[in-house]
């Protein structure tokens, strides 16, 4: 049992398993999967010992007789984003699925005659989806409470993850896939804003690519030095680099590389590595459309700080439940709400490596030779095996909160990740995958026909992991048929 203070407020955390089910399962005896499923995989040029699979079945059982399905189960593998699977249930386990993140909104003193003589402290507990949409409804809350003028600077206190940060540098992050400009590379910020990353649109014009942001403040400048090229419509986004700097008081945005003109119109989604410009300049804009002022020497100035001990509280965003939260970090594979929940259950990385497997442990689960270099999955180290997962999985089904966890998953053929994947299911199936250069993951929960839930695991590291997904899938429908 464990104190941490998380955004203000104490937090009891408590490690022990709930009795549950798993614990007087019963053992379902072990058969390796069929040869048509194995060689699925084979006649895809994935070598028999490159890929490992357990599928579990889960009580109640539907047969008399219950039996797993194994290939190589044992070995470790890099489970890519299925690693949030553990992740999202770590956070269920300690925050409980009723949690929200708190954004405060701080002053030295009340106003007087609709005036704030002082900073406006903005203080953040590491809410991963904090929008512009939810900034503007709370400053207008304070333009409601008799907020008129701001005499002080805007303070941006994101110190609830300072000491908490991973040391993650662009230079680790060139090393990972030379691509530090995509979407999935936005880092852990207690004051995230809009998901540390922003879309922008590629238009051609004429014989130029038009760079249009699909939602940013008006005082930030797009500019394309983007080459119109000839060729198919491949993996261009990687060959993109994106640079933010500072003209006065605007922010510019320029965007290079090759576009090839067969692309026609296309969405790239990008990091935003300056949090603070990207506040900076929303809370301006937003204050002054809601009517507010800024005024003093100091006023309309937004820097970086701490907020003192004995302010007051003027407002309090509540964000989403936890539920709602791990829905969005599993179905669309977010890499850095994942890694929020990562460090508010456990403050660093290394400690969430050591509280998972030790709650893996309790589990019964063998996880001693497991690693979790981080809660995203977004890791050339992380490492589990198929077994444990199904295992993981089928603990999972025996909890309270089990709903909340399974709605979280994609959903075969109908949402998030999987919303054009494995269609050949006519029942129920939720899965997370996961993907890297080498590496396919699915982790999930299946019920086949005769109405056996089944929790499921499919590891793949291969220079042809790629073309893994349809022996995957066959995988999936072999269960499903119950034969």
């Known amino acids: 049992m464990s104190v941490r203070k998380l955004g203000g407020v104490l937090v009891l955390f408590s490690l022990a398993w709930p009795q549950a089910a798993w614990s007087n399962a019963v053992d379902p005896q072990v058969r390796a ?3 048509s499923v194995t060689q699925a995989f084979v006649k895809k040029g994935i070598a028999s010992d490159d890929f490992t699979a357990y599928a579990l079945p889960i009580s109640p059982f539907v047969h008399r007789k219950p039996q797993a399905y194994a290939h190589g189960s044992s070995q470790l593998v890099n489970p890519a984003s299925v ?11 300690k925050l409980e699925s009723t949690y929200r993140f708190k954004t405060g909104f701080h002053a030295d003193a009340e106003p007087v005659d609709g005036v704030l003589n002082g900073p406006l402290y903005i203080k953040g507990s590491g809410d991963p989806a904090f929008l512009s949409a939810d900034l503007w409804a709370s400053l207008r809350q304070l333009r409601t409470k008799g907020v008129d003028v701001i005499n002080g600077p805007v303070v941006l206190d994101d110190s609830a993850f300072t000491e908490q940060m991973p040391s993650l540098g662009l230079a680790e992050e060139d090393a990972f896939d030379d691509a530090p400009h995509r979407a999935y590379h936005a880092q852990p910020d207690a004051l995230l804003l809009n998901f540390g990353a922003m879309s922008i649109d590629l238009k051609i014009n004429e014989n130029t690519v038009v760079v249009v942001p699909e939602d940013a403040p008006k005082d930030w400048a797009f500019v394309s030095e983007i080459n119109l090229t000839s060729g198919g419509c491949g993996a261009w986004k990687n ?32 990091r935003v590595p300056a949090q603070d410009w990207l506040w900076e300049s929303w809370v301006k804009e937003i204050w002054l459309q809601l009517g507010g ?20 509280a003027l407002y309090t965003h509540y964000g989403k439940p936890l539920s709602d939260l791990i829905k969005q970090i599993n179905k669309w594979s977010s890499n ?19 509280q998972l497997k030790d709650w893996l442990k309790l589990q019964g689960i063998s996880s001693n030779d497991w690693f979790f270099e981080n809660g995203s999955g977004l890791s050339r180290n992380t490492r589990i095996d198929a077994k444990g997962l199904a295992e993981f999985l089928r603990n999972m089904a025996a909890r309270s909160d089990f709903p909340d966890f399974l709605a979280s998953f994609p959903r075969a053929g109908a949402d998030g990740t999987l919303h054009r994947r494995v269609n050949n299911l006519d029942g129920f199936a939720y899965l997370k995958t996961g993907s890297l250069n080498g590496v396919r993951s699915l982790g999930g929960y299946l019920r086949d026909r005769e109405g056996q839930l089944w929790a499921v695991g499919v590891l793949v590291k291969s220079p042809r992991a790629y073309d893994s997904w349809g022996p995957m899938e066959s995988l999936l429908e072999f269960l499903y048929r119950a034969e």
């Open 336 to 354: 850095v709400m994942a890694r929020h929940l990562e460090l508010a259950v456990a403050g660093t990385p290394e400690a969430f490596n050591a």
């Open 239 to 270: 060959g993109m680099s994106v640079d933010f700097s500072k003209a006065g008081r605007n922010v510019v945005v320029t965007v290079k590389g090759n576009y090839p003109r067969r692309c026609g119109q296309s969405r790239l989604p990008i």
């Open 83 to 93: 690693a949030k699977v553990f992740t999202t249930a770590l956070a269920l386990q």
């Open 293 to 312: 002022k800024f005024a003093g020497p100091h006023g309309g100035q937004v820097i970086k700080g701490v907020t003192p001990a004995n302010t007051i």
């Open 33 to 35: 999967f069929p040869s």
